[in-house]
């Protein structure tokens, strides 16, 4: 899990081939509002831009995908933001043929994220997006295809 701010997301550029892509859309999107919906940005990599009202804690699920990197970024509001190492946690609900994703039970580190900000989550990290007291969040969720 890598947590930081876009206007430092060239240092991560090198991680994965699908990233330069991945932090451009994130840069433009922050300079200028995108439309709800899915942005195809190329070799697999897919951009959800996503407006919602953030939730309690016992209305947000624990996730995880195989397929998958997130780059979970906040252009506008606050949400807690869940993590953990899926090793720490037990699954209740194996979607990952049909969806890539999973869902599980467990403890989380609660990360803060506001304008600008980034959480980068991998196929070992367990997160719990939208937590929050209810305010109003416009998100970008990034899927980058795992390179192996």
């Known amino acids: 899990m890598i947590k930081d701010k876009v206007a430092y997301s060239a240092l991560y550029e090198g991680v994965n ?3 330069k892509a991945a932090f451009a859309f994130l840069k433009e999107a922050l300079a200028q509002p995108k439309e709800v919906g899915r942005y195809e940005l190329g070799d697999g990599v897919f951009a959800l831009v996503q407006s919602y009202d953030t939730k309690a804690e016992e209305n947000c699920k624990i996730e995880a995908h195989k ?3 997130d780059i979970q970024c906040v252009l ?3 949400e807690l ?3 953990a190492d899926l090793s720490t946690q037990t699954m ?3 979607k990952f043929a049909e969806k890539d994703v999973a869902f599980y039970k467990g ?3 609660l990360l803060t994220l506001t304008d600008g900000d980034f959480v980068i989550v991998f ?3 367990a997160h719990r997006p939208q937590q929050g007291d209810g305010s109003h969040v416009e998100k970008v969720v ?3 295809p795992m390179v192996y």
Do not use: L, N, Q, T
């Open 142 to 144: 990034v899927k980058v």
């Open 92 to 94: 209740y609900e194996d």
């Open 107 to 109: 403890e989380v580190d």
């Open 81 to 83: 933001f869940g993590v």
């Open 123 to 125: 196929p070992e990290d």
């Open 67 to 69: 397929k998958y990197i």
């Open 76 to 78: 506008k509001g606050k």
């Open 17 to 19: 081939p699908g990233f």
